[in-house]
T-cell receptor, first 111, second 112 residues
């Protein structure tokens, strides 16, 4: 089955700086890569996703890049704000099937 | 995206008892997923539930411990049987619809 690794496990940045979280996956058949944000005590919320037919996708301050050859994808948050503080999970999936989560990154944005 | 109602939102249960968690979706979906999230950990898939067939369990999870029902395309239940403190976790249902996967609000289970 799929194995998703995520780094770093914790990340602290100053407000206004950028944050980068990286994930690798093992199954070359995976074609859908979502990112979820989970605030304390709440359900995971989809923040951005990318499919294997594109290399990059951007939504305001959030962007995701995908390198299919190397089997890794990354989340980039620019101009971080305190409300970005949360746990972020990457995931990999074959679209329409179950998906597998990374181990999570606890992001703290220091005001 | 789908609206998923999950209940109970939390419960405290005695060891050896069972708890059934319900997941109701506001539209028909083919596949529903059940996840477990232990404190401070990532989400682990328990099983995939398709309507009209047996659920498919991931390695480490068995039907006797986590029986699942899927009577129609909008509803599913997960039962945590013969509970022990190690079963204390958040349990979440999830569906794939439209843009991506949506989660229910979760059930926080504490076994004492």
């Amino acid at each position: 089955g799929e194995n998703v690794e995520q780094h770093p496990s914790t990340l602290s940045v100053q407000e206004g700086d950028s944050a980068v979280i990286k994930c690798t996956y093992s199954d070359s058949a995976s074609n859908y890569f979502p990112w979820y944000k989970q605030e304390l005590g709440k359900r995971p919320q989809l923040i951005i996703d990318i499919r294997s037919n594109v290399g990059e996708k951007k939504d305001q301050r959030i962007a995701v890049t995908l390198n299919k050859t190397a089997k890794h994808f990354s989340l980039h948050i620019t101009e971080t704000q305190p409300e970005d503080s949360a746990v972020y999970f990457c995931a990999a999936s074959i679209w329409g099937n179950q998906f597998y989560f990374g181990t999570g990154t606890s992001l703290t944005v220091i005001p | 995206s789908a609206v998923i109602s999950q209940k109970p939102s939390r419960d405290i249960c005695q060891r050896g008892t069972s708890l059934t968690i319900q997941c109701q979706v506001d539209s028909q979906v083919t596949m529903m997923f059940w996840y477990r999230q232990q404190p401070g950990q990532s989400l682990t898939l328990i099983a995939t539930a398709n309507q009209g067939s047996e659920a498919t369990y991931e390695s480490g999870f068995v039907i006797d411990k986590f029986p699942i029902s899927r009577p129609n395309l909008t509803f599913s239940t997960l039962t945590v049987s013969n509970m022990s403190p190690e079963d204390s976790s958040i349990y979440l249902c999830s569906v794939l619809q439209g843009r991506g996967y949506t989660f229910g609000s979760g059930t926080r289970l504490t076994v004492v």
